[in-house]
């Protein structure tokens, strides 16, 4: 019974954890275009930005990273058997790379606090689709297991990766365009 509640809260962390994940960079995006907003709306949407960023870090991201480790772990504890099976260890390398990209976002976090971060919205918002990628493959591992077809595993995350890339370059050409059309609206007003 133990590890039916313990998977429970395993499940929820890890929406709450992916919930933060997604939001979170999505917020930088917002916060480096703000670098280019005139003056007082700088000031005041990098300053909004810092505060949502922190608070979604502290109470939302890091808490739910914490609840689905901690919970993973006890499952483990109650079924300490499946520690021998191949595709957990493929799952926790995929854990661990998910780990350093939720500390790494906490550095971004600082950096773009202290107006050192060198990075392009367009930057921040492809570096948002990875754990998109990471959550479709730890998915795939946790459901299908030691039966996972691994080609077609493969096939998906390539092809979810090509969807997002094409995804993103018609996005920004749309934006580039709407961008070019405001310009010139702008100019002819002047």
């Not at 808490?63 to 499946?82: K, L, N, S, W």
């Not at 976002?105 to 367009?122: D, F, H, N, P, V």
């Not at 591992?141 to 092809?159: D, G, R, T």
């Not at 996005?171 to 961008?179: F, G, V």
Request: glycine share 4%; proline share 4%; aromatic share 12%.
């Amino acid at each position: 019974m133990a590890y039916l509640w313990f998977k429970t809260f395993h499940l929820i962390g890890i929406v709450v954890w992916f919930a933060g994940l997604f939001y979170i960079v999505r917020l930088f995006v917002y916060h480096a275009e703000a670098e280019e907003k005139p003056e007082p709306a700088k000031t005041i949407l990098k300053q909004q930005y810092e505060i949502m960023e922190k608070r979604l870090y502290k109470i939302i991201t890091t808490p739910g990273m914490v609840v689905t480790a901690a919970m993973a772990i006890a499952i483990i504890f109650t079924e300490p058997d499946v520690l021998k099976s191949p595709w957990l260890h493929f799952k926790l390398l995929l854990v661990a790379v998910l780990i350093g990209y939720h500390f790494y976002c906490g550095r971004i976090m600082k950096q773009l606090a202290a107006g050192t971060s060198t990075w392009k919205s367009e930057q921040f918002r492809i570096l948002n689709e990875v754990p998109t990628v990471l959550l479709l493959a730890i998915v795939l591992l946790a459901v299908f297991k030691q039966s996972l077809p691994v080609n077609s595993a493969i096939a998906s995350l390539v092809a979810l990766t090509l969807v997002i890339v094409a995804i993103y370059k018609i996005y920004a050409k749309i934006r580039q365009q709407n961008e070019s059309k405001m310009d010139l609206a702008t100019k002819s007003e002047v």
